[in-house]
């Protein structure tokens, strides 16, 4: 994206910071990436800061990609909803409240799209970004969340609730310190005791709003518990959980594992599974697993992948009861990787 140095005026409010903005003793002010309030503008006066370095563009990806003719429209709504998303984060993480509205535009974009599975599936596969993955993450599991309560058969407006609770899980992590939130590398004790709080955080943020469900808001403050009671911030065990909860905790994992991030490269949908089926039913609920494990392996059925060995095949079943092990056609030949040990599916093309 085009940078900018501009003079700090209320002129560059809503605009994106470039880079850090320290004191001149070498302190830092206010971190990059963060949304430009009024606020901020107070900030960066008190100290004096005349001319910071901006973002021209707010878009996730730069305005070429959202023009490039190559993406589908369900692509660029879906770059739209991040890039929204993003700006409701940012305008949290400067001090703003929460931009409701907002809020409930984008989880009427990923309730519209609630009847094409596949192409929300494809979505998410094709674009990931590793550092925004704070944005993304969110609108995954929005989309997760919300096919899981379908596959469940609840009703609608249980299934646009589960969106808006996927959309505002993580939203605490605004309260929390740039430099912890984007650390390349696995967090201090200190620090993950300092991540642990992002629960509260994100339910202070919306326990006032009555527009938001009450079950809503127990999903923000419960994902993050197990079914075991080794989770945070309570250690509550499973039956204390709401369903919401349970499907946002789903979501959640899933979608960090297959996510690339700045610290760690993303796995496939098929190393995921067996992750999840590794953790098991002491983290996620058994009944929430055994609906995704019946339902989305089907999905990446047609996938190109990549294997370890460098070979290209196509996913063309993939078992429910064995959904990390799919057979692919490589060539002329088929390889069941719930027999094959020694090829690995390395990359979902």
């Not at 969110?138 to 919300?146: D, E, I, K, Q, R």
């Not at 002491?282 to 990549?306: A, C, E, H, L, T």
Request: hydrophobic fraction near 40%; glycine fraction near 6%.
């Amino acid at each position: 994206m085009e940078r900018e140095y501009v003079k700090v005026s209320k002129d560059i409010i809503d605009s994106i910071l470039a880079d850090d903005v320290y004191t001149r003793g070498g302190n830092m002010i206010v971190p990059s990436d963060t949304f430009i309030s009024e606020h901020i503008i107070k900030k960066l006066n008190a100290f004096r800061v005349e001319r910071v370095t901006i973002y021209r563009s707010h878009s996730i990806l730069g305005n070429e990609y959202l023009s490039d003719k190559s993406i589908s429209e369900s692509q660029k709504q879906y770059i739209e909803d991040v890039n929204a998303t993003k700006s409701i984060l940012r305008g949290l993480a400067s001090g703003k409240e929460l931009d409701m509205d907002n809020v409930k535009t984008i989880t009427d974009s990923v309730y519209e799209r609630l009847g094409d599975v596949g192409s929300i599936i494809e979505c998410i596969n094709s674009i990931k970004v590793a550092d925004q993955y704070t944005y993304s993450h969110s609108v995954n599991v929005a989309f997760y969340a919300m096919l899981l309560g379908k596959w469940m058969n609840l009703s609608k407006l249980q299934i646009k609730d589960l969106a808006m609770a996927g959309l505002l899980h993580d939203i605490g992590k605004t309260k929390i310190s740039a430099e912890i939130i984007n650390k390349k590398g696995p967090l201090n004790e200190n620090e993950f005791e300092v991540i642990k709080r992002h629960p509260i955080y994100g339910y202070d943020i919306i326990k006032g709003f009555s527009d938001i469900a009450i079950d809503i808001k127990r999903a923000v403050i419960l994902h993050h518990e197990k079914e075991n009671g080794t989770g945070y911030p309570f250690g509550i065990q499973g039956n204390k959980k709401n369903l919401y909860a349970k499907i946002i905790t789903a979501a959640d994992i899933f979608d960090a594992i297959t996510s690339e991030r700045v610290y760690k490269e993303k796995q496939t949908p098929f190393s995921a599974f067996k992750e999840m089926e590794k953790i098991g039913y002491d983290i996620v609920d058994p009944m929430v697993m055994g609906v995704m494990f019946d339902n989305m392996p089907r999905y990446y059925i047609g996938s190109k992948v990549k294997l370890d060995n460098g070979e290209i095949g196509e996913v063309v079943y993939v078992p429910s009861s064995c959904a990390y092990a799919p057979v692919v056609k490589i060539k002329e030949d088929f390889v069941d990787f719930a027999k094959e040990k020694e090829a690995l599916i390395s990359e979902l093309l």
